[in-house]
Nanobody, 129 residues
Framework: EVNLVESGGGLVQPGGSLTLSCAAS??????????MTWVRQAPGKGLEWVSV???????YYTNSVEGRFTISRDNSKSTLYLHLNSLKHEDTAMYYC?????????????????????RGQGTQVTVSS
């Protein structure tokens, strides 16, 4: 059984930083073999793409987080990370890690809900002064 457990969320002031972690277990292969993603959902809104890391190590970011967020992984710990810098009020959301059903090459028009195979329970990020 695949299990994804996010952690690291919290309350942070605008301009601050956080690092989110996602511990993965139950996959047949190392997490580097999968296309992994961070998505988020703000109150009253739908699921939104944030970043994708494919099996070749290519990282993709939406325009809203490009230059501020960094996605990475540690195969030895079977953990996916999202480093959040220069946080803004509009980054407030529940953040989820997930793996995708198929290869990704910047296809932000895809529906995240339709592309996700397994998803964790999420970790809350609140940006407020």
């Amino acid at each position: 059984e695949v299990n994804l457990v996010e952690s690291g969320g919290g309350l942070v002031q605008p301009g601050g930083s956080l690092t989110l972690s996602c511990a993965a277990s139950g996959f047949a292969l190392e997490i580097s073999a999968y296309v992994m993603t961070w998505v988020r959902q703000a109150p009253g809104k739908g699921l939104e793409w944030v970043s994708v890391l494919d099996s070749y190590g290519n990282a993709y970011y939406t325009n809203s987080v490009e230059g501020r967020f960094t996605i990475s992984r540690d195969n030895s710990k079977s953990t996916l990370y999202l480093h959040l810098n220069s946080l803004k009020h509009e980054d407030t959301a529940m953040y989820y890690c997930a793996n995708l059903r198929r290869p990704f090459s910047g296809s932000w028009w895809w529906s995240p809900s339709a592309e996700i195979q397994f998803r964790g329970q999420g970790t809350q990020v609140t940006v407020s002064s």
